[in-house]
């Protein structure tokens, strides 16, 4: 007889439920930091390890944000920025770089995210960045100071002898290319009391432009250490030698040799693990350019083209300023005059051309992005030519300069 088999009802398995995980001293970021979780039974995403080794390396108007990779593939690492607006993502990779040209400390953070996984923690912020203002002077003799002498030969007053009105002498730096001042100095960064050294009218004399009172009153005002770099090359026209199209030696293609300079200072800086940032550009020349109608014709175009060059060309923020010192030969022609009897027609043309030339640097303060102007036509200039500045002169010039573009400061 076959034996009658009864069925017996099962009962479903209860799973235990899952253990809460209590551990004192630490934060739940913490733990998840130090692994990556299984996914539960209840099929949730896994979290992804928080990033480590997030290091920043300084590079020529950018950063590059480096980290540790995970032991997983597919895995998108996202950079983002305190306080916010810089951020980059990659796929696999252990860095990627952002481009910066302002002053901003920023901080960085990493996170890790994964197609089926949670994004992780945000890795802890790097330590702030704090760049260095690089600002450019260049131009003709008045930006070298042909005749700003440090030690007034009727005074005796030595401007640039201790102590100093402020920090900037011994905070600042001061770089140059050695056109006008004597070869070897100044080719890296120098303490900005560094004498500059020329030799001209049978003597050696230390000059300087309108970088130290510039740097003296950004420092009185701002509290901001900066490095000059001082491109100029007396006696040298927009027209001709700073065109930026033009290649060659001194005194032609000084354009692409001040851009390759301050590119040179900027990786050196780098390297060594300082991040710059250029401040501004401080352009004081057009005096040769007055002395041809021609030239003084086409200065505005000409202007114009040098600005939007050393914007292209240069790693800088858009709205970084651009200072036009505006020159003013009035005095000089009327001189030259007496001297050479100048015609009165060739004395009204030269006039006419200063205006024209002054009238340039009005129009590209008015139309162009981020550009000041600086007047000279009251300052101070030595005699019998009147067309350069005194010390007192440039000193003057300088804390205009920084007057007019410290709040444009990036």
């Known amino acids: ?114 197609s089926g996984s949670a994004t992780s923690l945000p890795s802890a912020a790097t330590p702030a960045l704090a760049p260095r203002l690089i600002l450019l002077e260049a131009g003709q003799s008045n930006a070298n100071g042909y005749e700003s002498y440090a030690l007034d030969p009727i005074t005796g007053t030595n401007y640039m002898a201790a102590p100093y009105i402020n920090g900037a002498d011994s905070r600042d730096l001061i770089t140059w290319l050695p056109w006008s001042q004597l070869p070897g100095l100044g080719g890296t960064p120098v303490p900005l009391d560094t004498p500059q050294q020329a030799v001209y009218s049978g003597g050696t004399f230390t000059i300087f432009g309108p970088e130290i009172g510039l740097a003296r009153q950004l420092w009185t005002d701002k509290g901001r250490a900066v490095t000059v770099i001082k491109a100029a090359y007396t006696g040298t026209s927009l027209a001709v030698n700073w065109k930026p199209t033009r290649t060659g030696t001194a005194p032609l293609g000084l354009f692409s040799s001040t851009v390759a300079k301050v590119i040179a200072t900027m990786t050196a800086d780098a390297k060594a693990g300082q991040f710059d940032v250029i401040g501004g550009i401080y352009w004081y020349q057009g005096e040769s350019d007055v002395a041809k109608a021609g030239w003084a014709a086409k200065y505005q175009a000409n202007l114009t083209a040098l600005i939007q060059a050393f914007r292209a060309d240069l790693p800088m923020s858009p709205t970084a300023p651009i200072a036009l010192v505006k020159t003013d030969t009035s005095a000089y022609w009327p001189y030259l005059a007496t001297t050479v009897k100048l015609s009165p027609h060739k004395l009204q043309t030269y006039l006419n051309n200063n205006t024209l030339v002054r009238a340039a640097d009005d129009w590209a303060a008015a139309n162009l992005p981020a550009v000041v102007t600086a007047e000279t036509a009251d300052l101070p200039r030595a005699t019998p030519s009147v067309i350069h500045l005194t010390n007192v002169g440039q000193l003057t010039l300088g804390a205009r300069l920084a007057k007019a573009t410290e709040a444009l400061l990036p």
């Not at 209590?22 to 990033?51: D, E």
Request: hydrophobic share 45%.
């Open 1 to 114: 007889m076959a034996r009658r088999i009864r069925a017996v009802a099962r009962r479903p398995k209860v799973l235990a439920a899952p253990r809460l995980l209590v551990t004192f001293g630490l934060t739940v970021a913490a733990i998840l930091s130090a692994v990556v979780l299984a996914p539960s039974r209840a099929g949730a995403s896994s979290v992804l390890a928080t990033p480590t080794g997030v290091t920043v390396t300084p590079g020529v108007g950018a950063v590059t944000v480096s980290w540790t990779l995970l032991p997983l593939t597919s895995v998108v690492y996202t950079v983002t920025s305190t306080p916010t607006g810089k951020t980059c993502s990659v796929i696999d990779g252990s860095s990627c770089t952002i481009a910066d040209t302002v002053s901003t400390p920023w901080q960085f953070r990493v996170t890790a995210a994964r």
